[in-house]
């Protein structure tokens, strides 16, 4: 596998209000790629002060994957999901104990969305390497880019990740260090230079883990993909407690997030196992 730079032009804007007072032909819809349990009580850190007395619960949620399609630059994933390994197998073909279990039904991996829309995939971006976001790339093409943040390939473990990038020769990755940092959400990239998608760096759930901002014609998209599990997340200012790298820093982005929608009311959002709506 060779990492390779992404180049990207630095941001001629440095405010939200002047991205989204110059929206974009760019569409965004999701697609559900099975289900995933998550237990409430790791899904909102109990040892937050906000977070009240949390029960034990398990909760079933969706597996997101986002598909953009820009005028000029053509069909985009944010997020590849699963594959049809796991219609069959929980496990994905995978085992050991730190295997992540997933449910898959029949029509719902990427590659059965991807043809059954007639998308010609040009780009995939990945927000982070666990399996419910990156295990979907094994029956994807192997002649396009995949994007990721720098730092997230540092953590790929083969033992759980498996073989999601086998067959990749490059793997393209996004340096934020040199990224504007827009208030109040923070280093923030036009990615394709037009001002319709945005990355957007979010560590804590993973060191690389990066957010997307869809500006299209019928409103501003926050999509927090793992910065935020669910709207509960968004609602209290509770970041998750389990299923992170670094707790602290998860809480960190999580109130910059709140910030950004408190101050831009307009966003839709979307969190990682979550439907899109207004902001909180």
Wanted: aromatic share 10%; charged share 25%; with cysteine.
């Amino acid at each position: 596998m060779k990492l390779k730079k992404y180049i990207y032009r630095k941001n001629k804007v440095e405010n939200w209000t002047e991205v989204f007072q110059n929206p974009c032909q760019v569409t965004v819809r999701s697609f559900q790629t099975g289900t995933v349990k998550i237990n409430r009580k790791g899904t909102l850190n109990p040892d937050h002060p906000l977070a009240g007395d949390v029960q034990e619960e398990e909760l079933e949620v969706p597996i997101l994957v986002y598909w953009v399609r820009h005028k000029e630059k053509g069909d985009i994933l944010l997020d590849a999901g699963l594959d049809a390994s796991y219609i069959t197998d929980p496990y994905g073909g995978l085992e050991g104990s730190s295997v992540d279990e997933f449910k898959l039904g029949e029509h719902k991996n990427i590659a059965y969305h991807i043809q059954d829309h007639g998308i010609e995939l040009k780009t995939v971006f990945l927000s982070h390497l666990h399996a419910d976001h990156a295990a979907g790339v094994r029956e994807l093409p192997r002649d396009i880019p995949y994007i990721i943040s720098k730092g997230e390939y540092d953590e790929y473990q083969p033992e759980v990740h498996g073989d999601f990038l086998e067959g990749l020769e490059e793997l393209y990755e996004i340096d934020f260090s040199q990224a504007t940092k827009i208030p109040p959400i923070g280093s923030s990239i036009d990615i394709l230079g037009d001002g319709s998608l945005w990355t957007i760096w979010t560590p804590g759930h993973t060191p690389g883990h990066m957010s997307f901002l869809v500006n299209g014609m019928e409103g501003p998209v926050l999509l927090t993909m793992d910065a935020a599990f669910i709207h509960e997340n968004l609602e209290t200012g509770v970041a998750p407690g389990d299923y992170t790298w670094n707790v602290e820093m998860a809480q960190e982005t999580l109130e910059k997030i709140i910030e950004f929608l408190r101050e831009y009311p307009q966003v839709r959002v979307g969190p990682g196992h979550g439907t899109l709506k207004l902001s909180i």
